[in-house]
């Protein structure tokens, strides 16, 4: 028996070690939470090349909006409004809770005129929220936290001159089936 322990410790330790490598090398090889670029704010999985791109571009907008979303947002969609002439920016974030009703939505609608837009900014996910108003900056944030998927959260933006909308978008926060 005496001769057979050391055999049996050093295989057990053998097999051991090969089980639990593959665990520790998943665990180590994980790519870090991507973030904008020169921002604190993370992108979420869901931001597509035109987000990435707009996000890169526009940081301080990002980061500003990050801030007034709060702590755990990530970055969903940036999308310029009404197309490449680009009035406004509308900025999408997504926050994914571990408990429930901890999942969350936030929009903020940058004017990109430099000159005060009555602009409405509108977010429903299990509740509506809505910033209306002239503005020179931007408006909301709104935000809507609960028991939902916050990518299916539907969001309008609308931006007047004078009486005609000069920007006029619904969408969701990003792509939802």
């Known amino acids: 028996m005496r001769k057979w322990l050391p055999a049996l410790s050093l295989s057990v330790a053998f097999i051991s070690s090969v089980l639990a490598a593959p665990h520790a090398v998943a665990l180590d090889s994980r790519p870090l939470p991507e973030k904008v670029p020169g921002t604190s704010v993370k992108l979420s999985s869901s931001a597509d090349r035109q987000t990435r791109a707009l996000a890169a571009a526009a940081p301080a907008a990002v980061q500003a909006g990050g801030l007034l979303c709060g702590?755990?947002?990530?970055?969903?969609?940036?999308?310029?409004?009404?197309?490449?002439?680009?009035?406004?920016?509308?900025?999408?974030?997504?926050?994914?809770?571990?408990?429930?009703?901890?999942?969350?939505?936030?929009?903020?609608?940058?004017?990109?005129?430099?000159?005060?837009?009555?602009?409405?900014?509108?977010?429903?996910?299990?509740?509506?929220?809505?910033?209306?108003?002239?503005?020179?900056?931007?408006?909301?944030?709104?935000?809507?936290?609960?028991?939902?998927?916050?990518?299916?959260?539907?969001?309008?933006a609308l931006m007047w001159e004078g009486n005609v909308a000069i920007i006029d978008r619904q969408t969701t926060v990003y792509g939802c089936d």
């Open 71 to 156: 702590s755990g947002y990530k970055l969903a969609l940036a999308n310029q409004l009404p197309d490449s002439r680009r009035f406004g920016t509308l900025f999408t974030y997504v926050k994914w809770g571990p408990a429930r009703g901890a999942n969350g939505a936030c929009a903020v609608f940058d004017n990109n005129l430099g000159v005060k837009k009555h602009m409405k900014l509108k977010l429903c996910g299990s509740t509506c929220k809505v910033d209306e108003g002239w503005f020179s900056d931007y408006a909301g944030p709104v935000k809507v936290e609960g028991d939902f998927d916050p990518g299916c959260a539907m969001v309008n």
